[in-house]
Nanobody, 119 residues
């Protein structure tokens, strides 16, 4: 019904930058919230950043001042600009969206994209 397609992951040196993108497609009526989670090996999945359709934003304390989330509601797309990357940012990053599609609200997840920061 809805698919999330991510791009932008990769390998970067500490202090560098990456920009992740995620686009939702399908029988979408309304994208309520889009954002990013990450999970490092043997660690619990954690919220990175979330933005609502009206522009309210929530960041994890560990990324405040370094990451910036934005969205294009018309394109059902969310971005994550990651600056001043640290090795501790290494993780699989998952796009997440809460969407009304068809006749119901549901949480949707992307396939995940690897971000690796070398020291």
């Amino acid at each position: 019904q809805v698919q999330l397609v991510e791009s932008g992951g990769g390998l970067v040196q500490a202090g560098g930058s990456l920009r992740l993108s995620c686009t939702a497609s399908g029988s979408i009526v309304k994208v309520v919230r889009m954002g990013w989670y990450r999970q490092a090996p043997e660690k619990q999945r954690e919220l990175v950043a979330v933005i609502t359709s009206v522009g309210s934003i929530n960041y994890a304390d560990s990324v405040k001042g370094r990451f910036a989330v934005s969205r294009d509601n018309a394109k059902s797309t969310v971005y994550l600009q990651m600056n001043s990357l640290k090795p501790e940012d290494t993780a699989v990053y998952y796009c997440n969206a809460f969407i009304f599609a068809g006749s119901s609200f549901r949480d949707y997840w992307g396939q995940g994209t690897q971000v690796t920061v070398s020291s």
